[in-house]
């Protein structure tokens, strides 16, 4: 795999690098408590934006406490936040394909609109290692929401756009990275992953 072309490969944590812990396990709880699926996920995108969770000036009780309020859900913060942690699980031939961008000289990081949390699983799983970066929107201020945390990026890199390639499980997210001139690739699965990734880097 080389393509000269594109120099950086960015990957989402949850749904691309692990499985996608937090909507399929507030999913899971929805289901099990009688609560409308839509209804949570539709408060849970409004709530970690909004409380301020994922960009670093909210806090845990307040995402949780949002998300009592507006869906019902039960439980207290230690309890539901193991329940979201537990739902990411690393996919280990995901971090061997990392391996082998790196050994052939690709930059690798972690773009991820997520909170404390990815370092509670970096803690658990250990996988920070594997990439030169780690861009967590908590950290950073700014979300995939935001059109201007590309440009940010592409700066922090000193690449061109079209050196970067982002893999992400949000087609909200890719077209935004696509409209600043990234390079993008949405993620279903491991085989139409695997597909569009050797298409690319030849």
Do not use: C
């Not at 995108?45 to 000036?57: P, Q």
């Not at 696509?178 to 993008?184: E, S």
């Amino acid at each position: 795999m080389s393509n000269h072309s594109i120099k950086a490969v960015l990957l989402d944590y949850g749904g691309v690098i692990a499985d996608e812990g937090f909507q399929n396990s507030l999913r899971a709880m929805a289901r099990e408590q009688g609560i409308d699926e839509d209804t949570m996920m539709n408060v849970a995108r409004s709530a970690v934006y909004d409380s301020g969770f994922i960009l670093g000036w909210g806090t845990e009780d307040k995402f949780w406490k949002w998300m009592r309020e507006g869906s019902g859900l039960k439980g207290s913060d230690t309890e539901l936040t193991k329940r979201v942690l537990d739902g990411f699980v690393l996919r280990p031939w995901m971090i061997e394909w990392v391996q082998e961008l790196n050994a052939q000289g690709y930059i690798t990081g972690i773009l991820s609109d997520q909170s404390h949390w990815l370092d509670w699983l970096n803690e658990r799983d250990h996988f920070f290692q594997f990439f030169d970066h780690v861009f967590n929107s908590y950290y950073m201020g700014e979300g995939k929401r935001n059109p201007a945390l590309f440009a940010d990026i592409t700066e922090q890199l000193a690449l061109s756009p079209n050196e970067i390639l982002l893999v992400d499980d949000m087609k909200s997210n890719v077209t935004r990275a696509q409209a600043a001139g990234w390079q993008i690739i949405h993620y279903v699965d491991k085989v139409d992953f695997l597909q569009k990734i050797d298409k690319l880097l030849i």
